[in-house]
């Protein structure tokens, strides 16, 4: 069976810094993209950012210059460097490896204060 978990969430001041981790294992095969979405309260669960097996990294424009995404292809990992956060970056944060279907964690909490 295929596990996606995500860690390193927590509660940081606005301008700090967090990293998150994923971590995928099980019989997923090769994966084709391993992206990072999140969902604050009452609002749906948006994209932030990816990797594809090729390399080609995306951002929402709303994180652009703030966060960085990257993949350890040998291992099966995905880290989201977060920096010069920000209140509105509050939510769960969710790993999500695509290997021909959807594989999602379960998602990781971080909170912003002001």
């Known amino acids: 069976q295929v596990q996606v978990v995500e860690s390193g969430g927590g509660l940081v001041q606005a301008g700090g810094s967090l990293r998150l981790s994923c971590a995928v294992s099980g019989p997923i095969g090769s994966i084709a993209a391993m992206g990072w979405y999140r969902q604050a309260p009452g609002k749906q669960r948006e994209f932030v950012g990816r990797v594809t097996s090729g390399g080609a990294i995306k951002y929402a424009d709303s994180v652009k210059g703030r966060f960085t995404a990257s993949r350890d292809y040998a291992k099966d990992t995905a880290s989201l460097q977060m920096n010069s956060l920000k209140p509105e970056d509050t939510g769960v944060y969710y790993c999500?490896?695509?290997?021909?279907?959807?594989?999602w964690g379960q998602g990781t909490q971080v909170t912003v204060s002001s």
């Open positions: 999500k490896a695509y290997s021909g279907s959807d594989y």
